[in-house]
Nanobody, 119 residues
Framework: QVQLMESGGGLVQPGGSLRLSCAAS????????MGWYRQAPGKQRELVAT???????NYADSVKGRFIISRDNAKNTVFLQLNSLKTEDTAVYYC?????????????WGQGTQVTVSS
């Protein structure tokens, strides 16, 4: 099992910034992609950004140029820098990791951290 501990959410004004962190622990060998998803009230969970163990990144169009995903492989931690925040970025942000063990791939989710963008 992989346990994920998220931190860094909060309330911020439009145009502001936040930095989210997610640290993985437990059975961390074989962790490949790490990423962030978000779910706004009344909407489906959607991809925000992912990063592979080799550093290849992928972003949703809605956050390109504003959010930056990074990771520290030595600490099994993934970060999401949220800049130029908009009210529509308000959501619960979930950390997600993909772990490969032999032929089995499993995905694990964090408990979520609330990001609220409001004046």
């Amino acid at each position: 099992q992989v346990q994920l501990m998220e931190s860094g959410g909060g309330l911020v004004q439009p145009g502001g910034s936040l930095r989210l962190s997610c640290a993985a622990s437990g059975s961390i060998s074989g962790i490949n992609a790490m990423g962030w998803y978000r779910q706004a009230p009344g909407k489906q969970r959607e991809l925000v950004a992912t990063i592979t163990s080799g550093g290849v990144t992928n972003y949703a169009d809605s956050v390109k140029g504003r959010f930056i995903i990074s990771r520290d492989n030595a600490k099994n931690t993934v970060f999401l820098q949220l800049n130029s925040l908009k009210t529509e970025d308000t959501a619960v942000y979930y950390c997600n990791v993909e772990r490969v063990s032999g032929l089995i791939t499993r995905r694990y989710w964090g408990q979520g951290t609330q990001v609220t963008v409001s004046s």
